[in-house]
């Protein structure tokens, strides 16, 4: 599969009044043409600063970040408005992503209008194309923000979205502000979308179910980092990683005889060693003293654990 997007070893610190927070930490990834990507980890885990940073809205510290096999900098600074357009946003919360002052056909209107594309009547068109691509009805292009469901605001904005052909979508929890019937309704959406243009797809969420359903490939963020990577049947299903473990089974609590597994991610991260030991009810006497790298397990499928393999072979028996 042809690469789209890359990111190798990226880095983003942010300073704060308690002092500096490392967002991401030597983060690397690829998105293929068409594919969809699922990137997974709870709140603080640096997703969203990943998706900032992939649509230009942040710079990173380090590492680089290629579309096409070009730097997001260098596209920034010589065509912005064409990486712009080949890389769109859907965005958590609907209605804060639409201008309330503005009726529905002009915000879908309003890409094309920036970006010169076609005359009036042609837009006029293509906003009722783009309507019935998010099954919206068209007599909506009159109506307010105020005046549609969360649902219906969501599709507008994904409508949006696609008016200017993009060839990555980067969606930053798209579904989780929607009631759970909405949220299957958009997700499905969204797989059709997928399917009829080929458009990739960064999906970010913090429900691993939620990004299964949609995701060729899973990857799973921990305090910045990637710590397992694979088909999304695969990392659902047997994960090699304790994280990803404790994704699958929604507890917020791993009992053990030493209580490791208790805690968020909020507390301190180690300074050396795996950065989930504080939380991990299965670490070794390494892992607080050694970094393990991402490896590859099986093929596609790769993990940050020193013991994956033996937890990949308990969960085959288990």
């Not at 009631?179 to 997700?187: E, H, R, Y």
């Not at 980092?225 to 507890?251: F, I, N």
């Not at 093929?299 to 288990?318: F, N, Q, V, Y």
Request: hydrophobic letters at 40%; aromatic letters at 4%.
């Amino acid at each position: 599969m042809t690469s789209l997007l890359e990111l190798t070893g990226v880095d983003k610190t942010f300073v704060t009044d308690r002092g500096p927070v490392r967002a991401v930490r030597r983060m690397s990834m690829t998105i293929g043409e068409g594919e969809v990507v699922g990137l997974v980890g709870e709140s603080g885990s640096g997703k969203s600063t990943i998706a900032n940073l992939v649509l230009g809205l942040e710079q990173a510290d380090g590492g680089r970040i290629r579309f096409r096999g070009r730097d997001v900098g260098e596209w920034l600074d010589g065509d912005e408005a064409g990486y712009r357009q080949a890389v769109q946003a859907v965005f958590q919360h609907p209605f804060q992503a639409l201008d309330s002052r503005k009726r529905v056909g002009w915000l879908v209107a309003e890409p094309l209008v920036i970006h010169r594309r076609g005359k009036s009547r042609e837009r006029a068109e293509r906003v009722r194309d783009l309507m019935a691509d998010v099954h919206l009805d068209p007599s909506l292009v009159n109506r307010y923000p105020h005046q549609l469901s969360g649902g219906q605001a969501q599709r507008v904005n994904i409508a949006r979205a696609l008016a200017l052909e993009p060839s990555l979508l980067v969606c930053d929890e798209p579904v989780s502000a929607l009631d759970v019937s909405v949220q299957a309704q958009i997700l499905n959406l969204l797989l059709e979308i997928n399917r009829e243009r080929s458009m990739a797809m960064l999906f970010i969420s913090h429900s691993l179910p939620v990004v299964r359903h949609l995701s060729d490939r899973i990857v799973v963020m921990y305090a910045g980092t990637a710590v397992e990577e694979g088909p999304g049947g695969e990392v659902s299903d047997r994960p090699t990683h304790p994280y990803t473990q404790l994704l699958v089974s929604a507890a917020s609590v791993v009992t053990g005889d030493s209580g490791r597994g208790r805690g968020t991610m909020r507390e301190a991260i180690p300074s050396e060693g795996c950065r989930f030991v504080p939380r991990c009810p299965v670490a070794i006497d390494r892992c607080s003293t050694e970094e393990p790298s991402l490896d590859e397990l099986a093929e596609g499928h790769s993990s940050r654990c020193w013991i994956a393999t033996d937890l990949s072979l308990r969960e085959a028996e288990g």
